[in-house]
């Protein structure tokens, strides 16, 4: 029996600033369709990136995208410090698109430690 392999990704740039979000969605994408499980952590800006209720007017949706990663089993975390600094994580009702879960980078030696390769993009 084969065992999944696992690819942590690691990303500290936010959505529209540089292609870092879309390249990490289709690393992740790509994986996820060939067997692999993925862990992605989003650290510093790229905290950003799976807000709800985006709506940029030139640019492809980014949270769509990080939207169809957790539909296919992506574990997404965002740091709860980043989150905080930014104004996201002590908003009552959850700013994050549903799956998306706020922890530490305490998560992050565990992850690299039991995934088969990392990547860190930003």
Known sequence: MNEKKTLTII??????????????YELAM????NEYNINMF?????????????NPHSF???????KKLL???ADIRVCIRCATARGHACDP???YLKGI?????????EWVLNSDKVISLG
């Open 60 to 66: 492809p949706n980014v949270g769509h995208k990080y």
């Open 101 to 109: 879960k706020i922890t530490t980078v305490y998560d992050i030696p």
């Open 42 to 54: 989003l650290y510093m800006d790229a905290t950003h990136i799976p807000r709800r209720g985006q």
């Open 93 to 95: 009702h959850s700013p």
């Open 11 to 24: 990303l500290t740039e936010g959505p529209y600033r540089s292609q870092y979000a879309n390249l990490a």
């Open 30 to 33: 790509s994986a996820l369709n």
């Open 71 to 73: 539909k296919k089993g």
